[in-house]
C-alpha cells in the first residue's frame, strides 16, 4: 500500500466512523459534559468493567463525591465503600490520591497539560489520552485493550496485543488518524465501535461503518485477529475460612477482620481465613466436605494471632475467586466464639495474678519484720527472701506485658462483630458480600 493510499484509507476510516458516531452514540451520564473530573471517574471505572455495571456506580458515586475536594477529603473507608462490587480496588484508592495530588500541586483545579494529567496517581496511557481528548479536545490518543482490537483488524496487523511495545506503536498509529479538531468525538467513537461492533468473539461486520476497508474482514481473519498471548495462569490458593457466630453482648453478630493498609484488598474487611499449604490442600478435592484439619487450621490461626478461641461447627460453603494473578478456593464453617473457655481461662489468669500477689504481700510482711543480718547465715537468707520477691515481681510484670501485648495484637487486627446493618458502611469484597448476604438471608434478618 502507497503512503497516499494509506492516508486516504485513514481519513476516510475517520469521516465513516464519526458519521456512525453522531448518528448511533449512547446516552451516557459521563458525556452529559466535558468535566475532566466526571471522565477521569468514569474512565477508571470503566477499566475491566462493563458500560452497563459502570453506570449506576458512577451516578452514586458523583452523587456522593461531587467534586475533586469532596473526593479528596473523604475518609477511604467511605470511598471504598462506595466502590463496592466494582472489583479492582487499588483503582478507588488510586483516584482518591490522584485527587488529593490535585488538592496540593494544583489548588484543586485539574491539570490540563498531558504531562501533569500524566503524572496523577493511577493514570496511565489511555486514561491521561481519555482525559484530554475528551476534556480537553487534544489531538492525544486514547489506546485501551477494545481500540487495540478495532485497529488491528482494520490493518490486519500481526503484532502482539499483550506487548507494551504493540501498544506504543498502535498509539502512534491512532494519533495519525485523528481528524483535526475532532479527537473528543473521534476517541470515543472507537471505543463505541469496539464495545457495540467489533466486539472480541462476534463482531458485527456487516454493519461495521468502516468495513469496507477493514483488512481483517476482507481477508477473512476477523476472528483470528488481534493476536495475544495468553496470560500466565493464576495461581491456586485454599484457604479455609469460618463465619463466627457471636455470643452473648455479640448475640446476632459475626466477626470480621480489616486487611493489611497495604497489599491485596487493602483496608477492605472480610471474614477470616487462611492460607492451607502442603497436604492438607488435597482435603478440598476429597468429597467430604467438614474436614475436621481445615476447621482446626483456622481456629489456630485465630488463636494464636489473635488469642480468641472458636468453635467450628459445620461446613457452610465452598466459594471461588479469581484476581489477576491469584486463585482463591475457599471452604467456609461456621463455629461460635466459645466465649464459655475464654472466660474460664480469663479467670485462671486473673486467678494467677491474684496468687503472685498475695505471694508477694506475704513476702513484704516478713521483710518488714526482719532485722539487720549480722551473721553469715542471717544476710543469706535475707538474700532468698529478697530473690523470691524479685521473681514474684517479674512474674507480675510479665503478666502486664502478656495483657499488653495480646492487647495491641487485637488493636492492629482490627478484629470486630457486626450486624447486618454495619455492612452499609464498611466495604466487602465481592467474595465476602455473597457469603455474608446469604448468610443473613439464611438467618432471616
Known amino acids: 500500500m502507497t503512503h497516499s493510499s494509506l492516508e486516504q484509507k485513514k481519513v476516510k476510516y475517520g469521516k465513516d466512523l464519526l458519521e456512525w458516531y453522531f448518528h448511533i452514540q449512547r446516552d451516557l451520564p459521563w458525556r452529559q459534559n466535558q468535566d475532566p473530573y ?25 452523587n456522593k463525591f461531587p467534586t475533586i475536594k469532596a473526593l479528596a477529603e473523604a475518609p477511604e473507608e ?18 482518591q490520591a ?40 487534544e489531538p492525544i490518543p486514547a489506546v485501551d485493550g477494545n481500540v487495540m482490537r478495532v485497529i488491528s483488524r482494520f490493518f490486519a496487523l500481526e503484532d502482539d496485543i499483550a506487548k507494551a511495545s504493540t501498544r506504543v ?20 467513537a472507537l471505543m463505541e465501535l469496539g464495545a457495540l461492533m467489533c466486539t472480541p468473539k462476534n463482531p458485527n461486520c456487516l454493519i461495521c461503518p468502516v468495513m469496507d476497508n477493514c483488512e481483517a474482514r476482507l481477508q477473512g481473519r476477523e476472528l483470528e485477529l488481534p493476536i495475544k498471548t495468553k496470560a500466565k495462569k493464576a495461581r491456586v490458593e485454599y484457604r479455609a475460612a469460618v463465619i463466627v457466630e457471636g455470643q452473648g453482648e455479640h448475640a446476632g453478630k459475626v466477626l470480621v477482620r480489616q486487611r493489611p493498609a497495604e497489599g491485596l484488598l487493602a483496608g477492605m474487611w472480610e471474614l477470616p481465613h487462611v492460607l492451607i499449604e502442603g497436604d492438607q490442600a488435597a482435603l478440598y478435592e476429597e468429597e467430604q466436605k467438614e ?40 471452604r467456609f464453617f461456621v463455629a461460635d466464639s466459645a466465649e464459655e473457655v475464654q472466660q474460664e481461662i480469663a479467670a485462671a489468669h486473673d486467678r494467677d495474678i491474684m496468687a503472685a500477689d498475695e505471694e508477694q504481700g506475704l513476702m513484704d510482711e516478713r521483710l518488714s519484720n526482719l532485722k539487720i543480718a549480722e551473721s553469715a547465715t542471717d544476710y543469706e537468707q535475707t538474700q532468698s527472701i529478697a530473690l523470691k520477691q524479685e521473681q514474684a515481681t517479674e512474674l507480675e510484670q510479665s503478666s502486664e ?45
Open 291 to 330: 474436614q475436621p484439619l481445615l476447621g482446626q487450621a483456622i481456629s489456630e490461626e485465630l488463636y494464636v494471632n489473635h488469642g480468641m478461641l472458636i468453635r467450628p461447627t459445620a461446613w457452610l460453603c465452598d466459594q471461588e475467586h479469581i484476581f489477576s494473578h491469584i486463585h482463591w478456593k475457599m
Open 38 to 62: 466526571r471522565i477521569w471517574v468514569s474512565e477508571i471505572m470503566l477499566q475491566q468493567t462493563r458500560v452497563d455495571t459502570v453506570i449506576p456506580y458512577f451516578n452514586s458515586f458523583i
Open 169 to 188: 506503536k498502535l498509539e502512534k498509529l491512532v494519533a495519525t488518524m485523528i481528524p483535526e479538531g475532532q479527537a473528543r468525538y473521534f476517541n470515543q
Open 401 to 445: 506485658q502478656k495483657q499488653h501485648n495480646q492487647s495491641e495484637l487485637k488493636h492492629e487486627a482490627q478484629l470486630r462483630y457486626i450486624s447486618k446493618d454495619d455492612m452499609n458502611s464498611l466495604p466487602f469484597p465481592n467474595l465476602f458480600l455473597k457469603i455474608l448476604r446469604n448468610y443473613w438471608k439464611s438467618k432471616g434478618v
Open 98 to 137: 490522584g485527587a488529593r495530588m490535585v488538592m496540593e500541586q494544583h489548588n484543586g483545579i485539574m491539570p490540563t497539560t498531558k504531562e501533569e494529567v500524566a503524572a496523577l496517581k493511577g493514570v496511565g496511557p489511555y486514561t491521561c489520552g481519555a482525559i484530554m481528548s475528551i476534556a480537553y479536545n
Open 78 to 95: 467511605e470511598v471504598l465503600k462506595s466502590w463496592e462490587g466494582l472489583g479492582y480496588y487499588s483503582r478507588a484508592r488510586n483516584l
